[in-house]
Nanobody, 122 residues
Framework: QVQLVESGGGLVQAGGSLRLSCIAS????????MGWYRQAPGKQRELVAV???????WYADSVKGRFTISRDNAKNTVYLQMNSLRPEDTAVYYC????????????????WGQGTQVTVSS
């Protein structure tokens, strides 16, 4: 059974930075693409970044140039470095295994973690 545990969120002022982590278990981590999603109050969950098993990345336009996704296969961990944060980045952030391509990424696990809250004050 896949288990995903996110951490690293918090309260930060606009322009600040945070680094999120997600540890995955129950999956052959190094073989899978991983994605970071976020869900703001009253909005649908949206995908913001993907890192493929080979290390190539994809970003949503809203975070491109500000967020960096990376992975450590030895630790079964995916990271999201978030810089130049804006109030509109406020959301609960989740990770998941993904398949697909830049045209459409699909989350693979129904077992979403608890997420980690990111709040950016203006």
């Amino acid at each position: 059974q896949v288990q995903l545990v996110e951490s690293g969120g918090g309260l930060v002022q606009a322009g600040g930075s945070l680094r999120l982590s997600c540890i995955a278990s129950g999956v052959i981590f190094r073989l899978n693409a991983m994605g970071w999603y976020r869900q703001a109050p009253g909005k649908q969950r949206e995908l913001v970044a993907v890192i493929r098993s080979g290390g190539s990345t994809w970003y949503a336009d809203s975070v491109k140039g500000r967020f960096t996704i990376s992975r450590d296969n030895a630790k079964n961990t995916v990271y999201l470095q978030m810089n130049s944060l804006r109030p509109e980045d406020t959301a609960v952030y989740y990770c998941n295994i993904v398949i697909g391509s830049a045209l459409q990424w699909i989350p693979q696990s129904d077992s979403w973690g608890q997420g980690t809250q990111v709040t950016v004050s203006s």
